[in-house]
């Protein structure tokens, strides 16, 4: 892994927490925007499981959020990157997909 990771970069891996770590202006640049948010101020249940959220009808709040953006040029190069990413966890033995077993779940 180390060594996929000097030839490759752009990344480190969390061996404990199973995590991998994508830095800021690695392979993407990550920008805070600033903006303007309702208030959420509880929720609804509904029928069938569903649940509305409710908006305060104030004055929005000031909040962050963080965005990347990826030139589409670059979207073949990106994707062959974790795609080798994914062939080098598979060969040191971890698995890469979480298969779910299909539950019947009545509604």
């Given at each position: ?56 009808k104030k004055k ?35 698995k890469t997909n ?10």
């Amino acid at each position: 892994m180390e060594n996929w990771t000097k030839n490759n970069g752009a990344c480190c891996f969390d061996y404990k927490n199973k995590d991998i770590v994508l830095p800021d202006e690695g392979l993407f640049l990550i920008e805070k925007k600033k903006y303007m948010a309702r208030k959420i101020v509880g929720y609804k249940k509904l029928p069938k499981g569903i649940v509305e959220i409710l908006f305060s009808k104030k004055k929005p709040i000031p909040s962050e959020k963080y965005e990347t953006t990826i030139w589409m040029q670059e979207l073949d190069e990106t994707i062959n990157y974790f795609k080798s990413m994914k062939r080098m966890l598979n060969k040191v033995g971890i698995k890469t997909n979480i298969l779910i077993k299909n539950k019947n779940i009545n509604n």
